[in-house]
C-alpha cells in the first residue's frame, strides 16, 4: 500500500499557503496580495478565500481579506485572564440586578461569550460560555457592532440578516438606524429579537485592548422595554469596577 503521506494534496497545500499568508501579515490583504503571495491566479485564489469565508476561517472586509472568527481573535490564555479576572465582578453584578449576566468580545460578526452567570431565579435567561451568537439580534452584538470600522459593517449588511424571532431587524437601513440610537443612548437593546421571550440590556466596556461588552438579560415579564434605559444606565456606573480589572489584565 502507498504511502500517502509523501503525495501531499495539492488543493490542501494551497489552503494552508492563504492561511499561513493571512496569519503573519500585518494588515489585512487584498485578493491580488494574496495571490501573488500564495502564487496562484487570482480565480483560483478567490474560489479558496470563498469557501473559507463561508466557514469563518476568512474574513471578508471590503476588498481585504484576514483571519477570521473560527481563529479566535484573542488567544486562550489571554480570554481565560479576562474571564478569571471578571468573573467575581460579574457575580457581583448578578446579585444587583437578580438577572443573568453575560460577559461577551466580539468575534467577525458574532458575539462570543466568554463568561456567563445565570440568575438565581426559576426561570431564566442563559446562555452558556463559548456560545456565539448573531450580532444583529442581540444587545451585545449591537454595542459591539459600534466599534467596527465601515468597511466591515458595509460587509456584513451586504448580506442578508437572518431572522431569529419575528422581532430580529432584518435589513441593513434598520439595523444603521438601530446602531445610531445605541451610540445615542449608551447602550444596547434586545427587546425579543434573539429569543421570542427574552429582553437584554447591554453596554460596551471602554478602553479595553478589544470589543468588550456585558449584558442583563430577563425574561420579558421582569423586564419592561420602560425600564431598559435606565437599566442601561445603572449598568455603567456598577461596571467601573469590572473595566478597572480588566483594563489592568496583561495581554
Given at each position: 500500500?502507498?504511502n500517502?503521506?509523501?503525495?501531499p494534496i495539492?488543493?490542501?497545500?494551497?489552503?494552508?499557503?492563504?492561511?499561513?499568508?493571512?496569519?503573519v501579515a500585518?494588515?489585512?490583504l487584498?485578493?491580488?496580495?494574496?495571490?501573488?503571495?500564495?502564487?496562484?491566479?487570482?480565480?483560483?485564489?478567490?474560489?479558496?478565500?470563498?469557501?473559507?469565508?463561508?466557514?469563518?476561517?476568512?474574513?471578508?472586509?471590503?476588498?481585504?481579506y484576514q483571519?477570521?472568527?473560527?481563529?479566535?481573535?484573542?488567544?486562550?490564555?489571554?480570554?481565560?485572564?479576562l474571564?478569571e479576572?471578571?468573573?467575581?465582578?460579574?457575580?457581583?453584578?448578578?446579585?444587583?440586578?437578580?438577572?443573568?449576566?453575560?460577559?461577551?468580545?466580539?468575534?467577525?460578526?458574532d458575539?462570543?461569550?466568554?463568561?456567563?452567570?445565570?440568575?438565581?431565579?426559576?426561570v431564566?435567561?442563559?446562555?452558556?460560555?463559548?456560545?456565539?451568537?448573531?450580532?444583529?439580534?442581540?444587545?451585545?452584538?449591537?454595542?459591539?457592532?459600534?466599534?467596527?470600522?465601515?468597511?466591515?459593517?458595509?460587509?456584513?449588511?451586504?448580506?442578508?440578516?437572518p431572522?431569529?424571532?419575528?422581532?430580529?431587524?432584518?435589513?441593513?437601513?434598520?439595523f444603521r438606524?438601530?446602531?445610531?440610537k445605541?451610540?445615542?443612548?449608551?447602550?444596547?437593546?434586545?427587546?425579543?429579537?434573539?429569543?421570542p421571550?427574552?429582553?437584554?440590556?447591554?453596554?460596551?466596556?471602554?478602553?479595553?485592548?478589544?470589543?468588550?461588552?456585558?449584558?442583563?438579560?430577563a425574561?420579558?415579564?421582569?423586564l419592561?422595554?420602560?425600564?431598559?434605559?435606565?437599566?442601561g444606565?445603572?449598568?455603567?456606573?456598577?461596571?467601573?469596577?469590572?473595566?478597572?480589572?480588566?483594563?489592568?489584565?496583561?495581554?
Amino acid at each position: 500500500m502507498e504511502n500517502t503521506t509523501a503525495y501531499p494534496i495539492r488543493a490542501v497545500d494551497r489552503v494552508c499557503d492563504l492561511l499561513d499568508t493571512l496569519r503573519v501579515a500585518t494588515a489585512p490583504l487584498t485578493l491580488t496580495q494574496i495571490a501573488d503571495l500564495i502564487e496562484l491566479p487570482k480565480s483560483s485564489t478567490l474560489r479558496y478565500l470563498a469557501a473559507l469565508e463561508g466557514r469563518r476561517y476568512v474574513l471578508r472586509t471590503g476588498d481585504t481579506y484576514q483571519l477570521g472568527p473560527a481563529f479566535q481573535p484573542m488567544h486562550d490564555e489571554y480570554l481565560e485572564r479576562l474571564r478569571e479576572t471578571a468573573l467575581p465582578h460579574l457575580v457581583q453584578l448578578r446579585d444587583h440586578f437578580g438577572e443573568t449576566v453575560n460577559f461577551g468580545v466580539l468575534a467577525g460578526e458574532d458575539v462570543v461569550h466568554v463568561e456567563v452567570v445565570e440568575s438565581a431565579q426559576p426561570v431564566r435567561l442563559a446562555a452558556s460560555r463559548g456560545d456565539r451568537a448573531p450580532v444583529h439580534s442581540t444587545a451585545m452584538g449591537k454595542v459591539l457592532a459600534t466599534t467596527m470600522d465601515e468597511d466591515h459593517l458595509e460587509a456584513m449588511l451586504a448580506r442578508p440578516l437572518p431572522a431569529v424571532t419575528e422581532n430580529t431587524i432584518t435589513t441593513a437601513v434598520a439595523f444603521r438606524a438601530e446602531l445610531a440610537k445605541v451610540v445615542e443612548r449608551g447602550c444596547g437593546f434586545d427587546d425579543c429579537e434573539n429569543q421570542p421571550d427574552g429582553r437584554c440590556v447591554a453596554i460596551l466596556l471602554p478602553g479595553l485592548a478589544a470589543p468588550m461588552a456585558i449584558s442583563v438579560s430577563a425574561p420579558s415579564s421582569r423586564l419592561e422595554p420602560d425600564e431598559m434605559a435606565h437599566r442601561g444606565a445603572e449598568m455603567h456606573e456598577q461596571a467601573e469596577a469590572l473595566v478597572r480589572a480588566l483594563q489592568a489584565v496583561p495581554r
